[in-house]
């Protein structure tokens, strides 16, 4: 295991590569595969992360009016 807990993102893995290989059996056959499908992806968040710091040094001068 690995300490802190990594923060990850989730992806269905099984279905893109299941669609894939349909593509592919599509394209060797000389038919249409149909429009790309779009998968979902979660962000699974552990403890890995943390709120981000604010760095004031990086704050742009207010303009002159």
């Known amino acids: 295991m690995v300490t802190p807990p990594l923060t990850v993102v989730a992806q269905p893995v099984y ?4 669609e894939a290989a349909r593509r592919l059996i599509a394209e060797i056959r000389d038919e249409e595969a149909g429009p790309m499908p779009s998968f979902t992806a979660e962000l699974i968040t552990r403890h890995s992360i943390a709120t981000p710091a604010v760095n004031h040094s990086l704050a742009l001068p207010a303009p002159d009016v």
Do not use: N
């Open 15 to 18: 279905e893109m590569g299941r």
